[in-house]
């Protein structure tokens, strides 16, 4: 089901916008890359808290959350609102739903409607959270450099329908840049 249409209605518009139409003003985008790559280098919640922030604000969707899960360190978690902790931090508890698969294969879920039994099967616990709190369907994408995966960012929907191709490229690239800040680096 990743990435398929199966014919859900909903999938071609957001919020009632083509998604060819979507378009982003490039000193918001400059901005938000900026402040995640600034965020990232002073730590972690730091940085998932600034990607998070610019994902909503960027890209459309009701609620973004992520996870940090480094190799040596501790777990962190933030999202965008209210809804979107509780329901990352109750599937970390489960260690199920799309942001636990994508973390586990380092590999984005492009876009899972909710009511569809791949959601309900897979993710059973996490899927029945996720639309009591309003949430349709659900987009992940790893936290990632160029050889390890750091964590995960999930982007809620209350639509059926995924943001956009342009949309799904600019999460995965401000979450690499998250990503890239957040890795110790070498010393001199």
Request: proline share 10%.
């Amino acid at each position: 089901m990743r990435g398929g249409r199966d014919g859900v209605e909903g999938w071609g518009v957001m919020r009632g916008v083509p998604y060819e139409a979507y378009q982003v003003d490039s000193e918001r985008l400059a901005t938000a890359f900026v402040e995640v790559a600034d965020a990232a280098v002073r730590g972690g919640p730091q940085a998932l808290t600034a990607l998070v922030g610019h994902c909503v604000a960027l890209l459309g969707v009701p609620s973004a959350s992520a996870v940090l899960k480094p190799p040596a360190g501790r777990v962190e978690v933030a999202a965008s609102d209210p809804r979107g902790l509780r329901l990352e931090k109750a599937a970390l508890s489960w260690g199920e739903g799309p942001g636990a698969d994508c973390r586990a294969s380092a590999q984005p879920i492009r876009g899972v409607p909710l009511a569809h039994p791949y959601a309900r099967a897979n993710w059973p616990s996490y899927t029945a959270m996720a639309r009591s709190l309003g949430f349709a369907c659900v987009v992940a994408v790893p936290l990632r450099t160029a050889d390890r995966s750091l964590g995960s960012l999930s982007l809620l929907s209350e639509r059926p329908g995924p943001p956009g191709p342009l949309q799904l490229r600019l999460g995965q690239h401000l979450a690499d840049a998250a990503a890239l800040g957040i890795l110790p680096r070498p010393r001199c």
